[in-house]
């Protein structure tokens, strides 16, 4: 760990520590090469932005806002596209508005998008039959088809993966702030595949008293027009801060401030696989002065919490920090208390937040990867009821989910079976819940945050 002797942070001070999960590079000046080039592109996001999420996520600290991030496990090259990008906002407004009518809250929206390209592995290497090659790291590192040309690490890709994320957050202001997301607009958000169903017919009766709520305001004599909040939204991105390199070569120096930021997000989180304190991933994090986040997984021990709020947060600035508690549907009552607990002793302020999908993946007898809806539900009650006996806010959800009509997890109202998953099943990483089940889950999320 740094000590007081050690030189101050600067972005490339990680490069002293052991870091894991980076993928190797075949040849490294031509990474050398893509690393100079990304040091002098525009930032994606500017100071300012990441300092408003950061008093966005200050009010969840306090339980007076609801945090909802979620997008794709890993986002993919080819899945490119204006529709893609329209259907996907479409789909975490929609749950929004659904979170925010049910709970009487702001809902903070941060995508799980415009750079969640890389993906850490549990295993460096695949094994097909008698083949063996690196694993598949996110399109930001390699190609997921299995031959070794596809799965040789190409730093061009990062470049490809800044430009893609560059376009896809420009569409993003375009759509949020361009009349797309006017509460007027609420019934627009329903896709077609989704109207039809129970979950797409509630959303319509809710999106309807909404126009009644927001005629009678009109006719109360309140100028809708006039009231910025109705017509637009504050929509910030995230991803895995897992590349260092790419990571230092967006931190620019805030020109106001003098602090640091890594402006390839608003926001970056380190999973459950780099969050050690003394290791390259956290001293990253620990420099820059966006809002972090660190995935807790159910081995986490409340030492180590303390550690990295020590880290991350040694001022204890509220919305600074957010654990994203992965612990699974059995193990989320049983190991949470005790995290929760201590934070709260050492009079920290941070978000808590729950992401139901990591701990509760696992593979079909067929080989399938999938998820349960009801497990991830269970985890999400188990969840409120912690956070509710430790007397700390539920701040929020970290979601995996897709705009499309998928069959990658199992159940919700729409039974998806064992033997629905090979239907269509695009997932590039880890299983997603298709728009459906996502606007199902926002409702029963809705009626969890009305009880809490
Ligand atoms: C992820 O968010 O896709 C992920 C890999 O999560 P975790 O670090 O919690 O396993
Ligand atoms: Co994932």
């Given at each position: 760990m740094r000590t007081e002797q050690q030189r101050p942070w600067e972005p490339a001070s990680w490069q002293g520590f052991p870091a894991a999960q980076q993928p190797?590079?075949?040849?490294?000046?031509?990474?050398?090469?893509?690393?100079?080039?990304?040091?002098?592109?525009?930032?994606?996001?500017?100071?300012?932005?990441?300092?408003?999420?950061?008093?966005?996520?200050?009010?969840?600290?306090?339980?007076?806002?609801?945090?909802?991030?979620?997008?794709?496990?890993?986002?993919?090259?080819?899945?490119?596209?204006?529709?893609?990008?329209?259907?996907?906002?479409?789909?975490?407004?929609?749950?929004?508005?659904?979170?925010?009518?049910a709970a009487g809250l702001p809902v903070v929206k941060v995508g799980r998008?415009?750079?969640?390209?890389?993906?850490?592995?549990?295993?460096?290497?695949?094994?097909?039959?008698?083949v063996e090659l690196p694993s598949f790291r996110g399109h930001a590192v390699n190609d997921a088809a299995f031959d070794a040309e596809s799965r040789t690490a190409d730093p061009h890709r990062l470049m490809r993966a800044y430009h893609q994320s560059a376009a896809t957050l420009n569409l993003i202001r375009a759509f949020t702030k361009g009349g797309f997301a006017d509460l007027n607009q609420t019934h627009m958000w329903n896709q077609e595949f989704v109207a039809g169903s129970k979950q797409g017919q509630r959303y319509e009766a809710m999106a309807r008293q909404i126009d009644r709520a927001l005629r009678f305001m009109a006719a109360c004599g309140v100028d809708l027009a006039r009231d910025p909040v109705l017509h637009e939204v504050d929509f910030y991105i995230s991803h895995e801060a897992l590349l260092l390199g790419y990571e230092e070569a967006l931190t620019r120096q805030d020109s106001l401030t003098d602090d640091w930021y890594d402006c390839s997000a608003h926001l970056l989180w380190v999973g459950e696989r780099t969050r050690q304190v003394d290791a390259a991933h956290v001293e990253f994090l620990s420099g820059i002065k966006n809002p972090v986040g660190v995935k807790v997984g159910p081995l986490a021990s409340a030492d180590e919490v303390i550690a990295l709020c020590d880290r991350l947060d040694p001022t204890n600035e509220p919305g600074r920090l957010t654990f994203i508690a992965r612990m699974g549907a059995e193990q989320v009552t049983e190991v949470l208390p005790a995290l929760v607990r201590a934070v709260s002793k050492e009079g920290r302020t941070v978000v808590w937040?729950?992401?139901?999908?990591?701990?509760?993946?696992?593979?079909?007898?067929?080989?399938?990867?999938?998820?349960?809806?009801?497990?991830?539900?269970?985890?999400?009650?188990?969840?409120?009821?912690?956070?509710?006996?430790?007397?700390?806010?539920p701040g929020g959800v970290h979601l995996e989910l897709t705009q499309e009509d998928?069959?990658?997890?199992?159940?919700?109202?729409?039974?998806?079976?064992?033997?629905?998953?090979?239907?269509?099943?695009?997932?590039?990483?880890?299983?997603?819940?298709?728009?459906?089940?996502?606007?199902?889950?926002?409702?029963?999320?809705?009626?969890?945050?009305?009880?809490s």
């Open positions: 190797e590079w075949p040849d490294p000046l031509e990474m050398e090469n893509v690393l100079t080039e990304l040091r002098a592109v525009p930032p994606l996001v500017f100071a300012g932005e990441a300092r408003s999420l950061q008093s966005s996520l200050a009010e969840v600290a306090r339980g007076d806002a609801f945090l909802l991030q979620a997008g794709d496990c890993a986002e993919a090259f080819g899945d490119f596209s204006a529709n893609a990008i329209r259907d996907k906002l479409k789909i975490i407004l929609q749950m929004a508005v659904v979170l925010t009518y998008i415009a750079g969640q390209f890389a993906k850490p592995r549990t295993s460096p290497n695949e094994r097909l039959h008698d937040a729950c992401d139901p999908m990591h701990a509760n993946t696992f593979t079909t007898s067929t080989g399938v990867k999938t998820r349960r809806f009801d497990d991830i539900l269970t985890e999400l009650r188990g969840f409120f009821s912690v956070c509710q006996q430790e007397g700390a806010p998928v069959t990658e997890c199992l159940g919700g109202s729409e039974e998806i079976l064992d033997t629905h998953l090979h239907e269509k099943y695009l997932a590039l990483c880890d299983p997603r819940l298709n728009a459906r089940q996502s606007l199902d889950l926002a409702f029963q999320l809705g009626e969890m945050l009305q009880e």
